[in-house]
């Protein structure tokens, strides 16, 4: 080869490996996580003209290598955009729950503090934060009275410490309610056991050792209905008291919700003496065991208790108060049941048989009242998107102020001004602003914009259809990033959890994964069937006792309708999921033999088992009617369940479970693992150590890496297109 050649094809190596680089940087990678900044908390001045947020970040961790940590802090900006953010809060400690003032000269917030949640007050008239509070059960959610000079915090206080404490039960009561511990009349046992620690001793002594192992932490006893955590199962019994305190530094808190009962999201009404909150509504049932809920209102000296609304087998909660102190804005359903809980509206001093309803059949969070009453503003998901909305007090409508194909997150709104957290395909994360109306909205924050922005990314693509129930099913499609006509490419069927999770072009946690596999040159299919929230509770209803079959057929249908545009190799089809996603996946292998590779994720797979290990197991009898050992109900229990139907699975499955996961519990996926194993079927199993059912969501972000790299490894094995 004469050296002019040489030189000419080196050059041309050199400048297309120059060009594939060029391209590659312009896709998404899978470190491209680690750059999503998150705005989360959102708090308007009361002048509307500052916002206070916090953001949070990845970050290296430096006392791990190669591993990465949270951080959350305040940021503040004008609400009119004039001037870029500014951080207001540094550290390793998160800063959170951000609260203005009513003179909007300080805010409050929440930090750790020798692993307690304590509350900080900053002065925008300069200085570092202070630390108002040094309660020693924590202190959260603070909100500032009228005037300004006290707040209220809420606590989480352990059963026994309550007992025990001499300021927060001085007369040494006991519950209402029995502790359940068996062999003993009524709570007689709950009385603090004096007797010396002594295993050769007493029966007295004998407890007091008992009782001291259990403290050394050397055994856990269970007496509780509710004894799993999200990681851990635990003996103890917690409580959420709301208390009370002056805003400056060494005042003592006092108690507003004395007693056995749970007691949160408190607030002040306008005249500054009176607190309304949330509270369980039967002071007589474990607390384990009760799912209803009561609305209340104390005076701030902690008399005259009044239950403002509540009812046998009902849940009041998320109560808000108007402006003016006159109407109560909320929600209430029926407990233990699938469904979606009603806004209402009540005049405080009103009559309960004087409720307002307005209907709005989609699930609502956060209700803001607006300062001239008019309305109730709410998030809601809907049709793929999570909208802000505003109900009309007057006419009992409700007005959609923000679009579908995009998602709101947290929000708030003072004096006419809007700011909302806001998710699009465009941009996963950036904060917001608007009229009250939703009119002229601006992006405030560039957290994400500036990096997305460089990125080639793939849009989705609505669609519909009609399924055998009549229900019409939306599903999106997204074609791989650098999609050219005519060639043929491998398509990844997602679900979504829940079961009444909702995907869609608005909804924040998926965005990083289409795109990613978009930019792999995957098709990406995901669809909302039956049981999904957004579409009303009809829909939402419609996969009772059918967990398996219907929704199955909606997410395989809206596969077959992509496969139909004719682009997807049918060859190298791909399936994932998480939780109830994860069950579908298996109860899918189990009944179609399409898919060349597969992936669970935290899934459930043994619906008698998920009963007992799982702490979502109330879906059992709420979608199946029924217990394990019922006959009326055991038939469709199994029926239900995929790991009946294990023996047909014979697709290459990889399954992933956190060590510490006890939402669906990790004995589901060693089940299937193991079966499939013994049947000598291609599977492979990964466990995270310490890793959680949020793992993909909020989890250590090298094992939210690591899952989503061998999830491509493990398709790539199998739809790699054959070598001649």
């Given at each position: ?266 607030d002040f009404l306008p005249n500054g003496k009176q607190i309304i909150f949330d509270a369980a509504s ?169 990096w997305v922005s460089q990125k080639k990314l793939s849009q989705p693509e609505k669609h519909t259809f ?12 997204m074609k791989p990033t650098n999609f050219v006509e005519g060639q043929k490419y491998p398509l990844l ?232």
């Amino acid at each position: 080869m004469n050296k002019h050649l040489a030189a000419f094809l080196l050059l041309w190596w050199a400048s297309l490996s120059w060009v594939q680089a060029q391209q590659n940087r312009n896709l998404v990678q899978v470190t491209d996580l680690l750059k999503i900044k998150q705005v989360g908390a959102v708090a308007l001045s009361p002048d509307g003209k500052q916002v206070a947020f916090t953001v949070t970040t990845i970050e290296p961790d430096p006392e791990k290598k190669n591993d990465f940590r949270y951080n959350t802090q305040l940021h503040l900006q004008p609400a009119n955009g004039s001037q870029p953010p500014r951080q207001l809060t540094y550290g390793n400690s998160n800063a959170t729950q951000p609260t203005w003032s009513p003179d909007g000269k300080q805010l409050a917030f929440v930090r750790v503090v020798e692993s307690k949640p304590q509350i900080f007050l900053l002065s925008f008239a300069g200085g570092e934060p202070l630390q108002l509070t040094k309660f020693k059960y924590g202190a959260s959610q603070p909100r500032w009275s009228p005037n300004g000079q006290q707040l209220l915090f809420t606590s989480g206080i352990a059963l026994n410490e309550l007992l025990t404490d001499s300021t927060l039960n001085p007369t040494r009561d006991l519950p209402k309610w029995s502790y359940e511990k068996p062999g003993f009349f009524q709570n007689e046992n709950l009385r603090t056991n004096t007797a010396k620690p002594n295993p050769d001793g007493t029966l007295a002594e004998i407890r007091g050792y008992l009782d001291q192992n259990e403290k050394d932490q050397k055994a856990k006893v269970i007496n509780q209905l509710r004894f799993q955590e999200e990681s851990t199962t635990s003996s103890t019994l917690n409580l959420s008291h709301i208390f009370i305190i002056d805003a400056k530094p060494g005042a003592t808190p006092k108690d507003l919700t004395a007693g056995f009962v749970s007691s949160s999201n408190a607030d002040f009404l306008p005249n500054g003496k009176q607190i309304i909150f949330d509270a369980a509504s039967d002071e007589t049932e474990n607390p384990t065991r009760s799912q209803e809920n009561a609305i209340y209102l104390v005076n701030t000296d902690g008399t005259g208790l009044k239950q403002l609304l509540g009812k046998k087998g009902m849940s009041y909660s998320g109560s808000t108060i108007s402006p003016s102190g006159k109407w109560l804005a909320f929600q209430y359903s029926i407990a233990n049941e699938v469904n979606i809980p009603k806004l209402g509206l009540l005049p405080v001093n009103g009559n309960p048989s004087n409720l307002i309803t307005i209907p709005y059949d989609r699930n609502k969070s956060n209700l803001v009242w607006s300062e001239n009453e008019k309305y109730v503003y709410f998030t809601s998901p809907s049709n793929g998107g999570v909208l802000l909305n505003r109900a009309d007090v007057k006419n009992k409508t409700v007005e959609r102020l923000t679009d579908m194909t995009k998602g709101v997150g947290a929000f708030d709104l003072r004096k006419d001004q809007l700011a909302y957290v806001l998710t699009e395909v465009a941009n996963p994360n950036e904060l917001y602003a608007a009229s009250a109306e939703g009119k002229k909205p601006h992006r405030l924050t560039s957290f994400n914009h500036e990096w997305v922005s460089q990125k080639k990314l793939s849009q989705p693509e609505k669609h519909t259809f009609t399924n055998a129930k009549g229900h019409i099913v939306e599903y999106w499609v997204m074609k791989p990033t650098n999609f050219v006509e005519g060639q043929k490419y491998p398509l990844l069927l997602e679900i979504h959890g829940g079961p009444t999770a909702m995907w869609g072009p608005g909804e924040s946690s998926m965005w990083h994964e289409y795109q990613y596999f978009t930019s792999r040159g995957y098709g990406v299919v995901y669809a909302n069937p039956r049981g999904s929230g957004g579409y009303g509770e009809e829909f939402m209803r419609a996969n009772i006792k059918d967990w398996g079959a219907g929704p199955a057929s909606d997410v395989l249908t809206a596969l077959d309708k992509t496969v139909a545009q004719g682009w997807a190799d049918t060859s190298r089809l791909a399936i994932t999921g998480g939780s109830y996603g994860g069950y579908l996946v298996s109860w899918i292998l189990g009944h179609d033999k399409r898919f060349k590779a597969a992936c669970s994720q935290r899934g459930v797979y043994d619906l008698s088992t998920f009963f007992g290990e799982g702490n979502a197991w109330r879906l059992v009898p709420n979608y199946f009617g029924g217990y394990p050992w019922e006959e009326a109900h055991k038939g469709i229990i199994q029926s239900e369940s995929p790991l009946t139907y294990v023996q047909n699975i014979t697709t290459p499955l990889i399954i992933f479970h956190g060590e510490n996961d006890l939402r669906t519990g990790v004995i589901q996926s060693e089940m299937l693992y193991k079966s499939l194993k013994v049947l000598n079927r291609p599977v492979e199993y990964v466990r995270h150590p310490g890793a959680t059912h949020e793992i993909t969501r909020a989890g250590n972000n090298r094992q939210r890496i690591d899952q989503m790299l061998r999830t491509y490894e493990f398709y790539e094995r199998y739809l790699q297109p054959k070598q001649l």
